[in-house]
């Protein structure tokens, strides 16, 4: 048998499967994580509340800041293709201690939305039996939750590609079932059956039709929430084919399916329903939290089942590929001894990070067994304050982004645009976003909860990333810490190796010690 080349003086790398994805399973993956079905039905409600008529040019707006970080993502990736993505980026850009809050916003993220997807899963799962009672019972459903993150933390433990393959299976039930949507809705109103058929009208698009600009940042806040989960395809950057290029491909295309998605399913939704405060009307509060549940009936009749299947099948679908970030950037945090050792640990025969994938699993279960017990209020404020984690670590990619390549910014027109003009853009739009989500957050009226005399909200929100400063001061106290925050471990030098297409024998270490 054959043995590989020893390379002395750089220590083995991480051992993922590289070479598994290509670009078509980089973009589903993207594409799965951002959960497009139950991101439309969660968040459609309150953006046509926010600003009526203008929602379609709400997500359109909304799209900027992600296309100009996604290009941030791309032009970092290119440069350093690392598994670590935000963590290892701001580090090489900022430094150990910012690069590791950055790893820490997006394990906060990861962990947040993990809760929200179980429960959404064990809800529309028992809601598509019986009257509806079952899916009331509180434990019943948590239970159900938390055996959706038990099922898919196997299967992201067990592989990439059989990851992959199952995601390619449930996107195009998803899309299958947004189309039927679509198709309907337009039906009904061609043929004269739809409950308030509304005109298609190009002022829906009119970015100046904006009429308060409070309405208009809640809408772009929430809108903006729906994109998220893009950057995962980055996240595997080590387990694809050409690590340099498709995931970056794959991060833009995304973004840009994700655009047509949205404003597609949003235009055939007013065109069917209306703005109408009554009935099915999309303006009508007692449907914000679920439109789809709303028009389910009238629109699809006998086959209204379908749509509840749609979003079951998202919240299930985004629950593995939300995992697969997270398991692989404690990976990295871990290889460059920004966490203990034991997170490095790769399985010898899936090769995926072991460890890493069911900590994660069990993590996000305690977490959302605990904030069950506590109040489902203190849950769901939780989950409204994921927003403040989203936005903090994808601006600060853009923020080390343009850092990292400071240098070389005016060596030509695309690095100067791509480099540093958009990542910067992108950031200062999503600090905005940050910054006044904060605000929002604040007040006693946001939220479920009031916490320490404000917005449980906000209590939960920065709390959650306040945590991640005592976190790393504990690591800092233990002496196999010292290399990563003394800068030996990984700096702006640090060579992150990555195969060529066929040959996956690399260090990631640069064999720095």
């Known amino acids: ?44 409600g309150f953006v046509v509340l926010a600003v009526g008529a203008q929602a379609p ?6 799209f900027v800041p992600m296309l100009f970080i996604a290009f941030a993502y791309r032009e970092l990736n290119n440069a350093v293709p690392d598994c670590g993505t935000t963590f290892t980026w701001s580090t090489k850009a ?21 809760a929200n997807l179980a429960q959404i899963a064990g809800i529309y799962f028992w809601a598509l039996f019986g009257d509806g009672s079952l899916a009331e019972n509180v434990p019943l459903v948590t239970a159900t939750g938390v055996l959706f993150i ?12 059989i990851g992959e393959r199952i995601q390619n299976v449930l996107l195009a039930i998803q899309y299958l079932l947004l189309a039927v949507f679509i198709v309907a809705a337009l039906w009904h109103f061609f043929t004269g059956t739809a409950p308030n058929p509304t005109p298609f ?11 308060d600009w409070s309405a208009f940042t809640e809408a772009i806040l929430l809108a903006i929430f729906i994109y998220w989960g893009w950057d995962t395809c980055l996240a595997l950057n080590e387990e694809t084919k050409d690590p340099k290029r498709i995931p970056g491909r794959a991060a833009l295309l995304t973004t840009l399916i994700l655009v047509f998605t949205y404003v597609g399913v949003t235009v055939a939704a007013m065109m069917y329903a209306g703005l109408g405060s ?66 490095r640990t790769v399985h010898p025969v899936y090769k995926t990070p072991s460890f890493s ?20 209020n203190i849950l769901q404020d939780s989950i409204l304050s994921l927003g403040l984690a989203i936005a903090f670590y994808y601006a600060l990619t853009g923020y080390a982004c343009v850092w990292y390549f400071r240098r070389d910014l005016f060596t030509s027109a695309r690095n100067l645009v791509y480099r540093g003009i958009l990542p910067l853009l992108g950031a200062l739009m999503l600090s905005y976003a940050f910054i006044q989500s904060a605000i929002d957050m604040y007040d006693v009226d946001y939220g479920y909860t009031v916490l320490l005399g404000v917005g449980g909200t906000f209590v939960v929100g920065v709390g959650s990333l306040a945590i991640g400063v005592v976190l790393m001061f504990i690591w800092y106290a233990f002496p196999a810490s010292k290399p990563f925050f003394r800068g030996e471990r990984l700096n702006r030098d640090t060579p992150v190796l990555v195969p060529d297409e066929g040959a996956y024998q690399r260090s990631v270490d640069g064999g720095l010690s």
């Open 278 to 343: 009554t009935g099915v009307g999309l303006g009508n509060e007692a449907n914000a939290d679920d439109i789809f549940l709303a028009l389910k009936d009238d629109l699809l009749g006998p086959l209204a089942p379908l749509l509840l299947i749609a979003v079951l099948i998202s919240a299930v679908s985004s629950t593995q590929t939300t995992i697969l970030p997270t398991a692989r950037g404690t990976l990295s945090m871990a290889v460059y001894k920004a966490l203990p050792q034991r997170f």
């Open 94 to 114: 900022f430094g150990p201690w910012v690069g590791w809050l950055g790893g820490w916003g997006v394990a906060v993220a990861g962990t947040i939305v993990l």
């Open 357 to 376: 994938t069911i900590v994660m699993g069990i993590v996000a279960s305690l977490y959302y067994i605990g904030m069950t017990l506590i109040s489902d």
């Open 201 to 211: 009208d190009l002022a829906w698009f009119n970015p100046l039709g904006f009429t």
């Open 57 to 62: 040019i709400a997500f359109i707006i909304a």
């Open 150 to 161: 038990a099922l898919m933390t196997w299967v992201s433990w067990r592989g990439v590609e």
């Open 1 to 44: 048998m054959a043995t590989s080349p020893v390379t002395l003086g750089r220590p083995e790398g991480k051992g993922l499967a590289a070479g598994t994805l290509g670009l078509w399973g980089s973009t589903v993956i993207g594409l799965a994580s951002t959960a497009p079905v139950y991101s439309l039905v969660a968040t459609l």
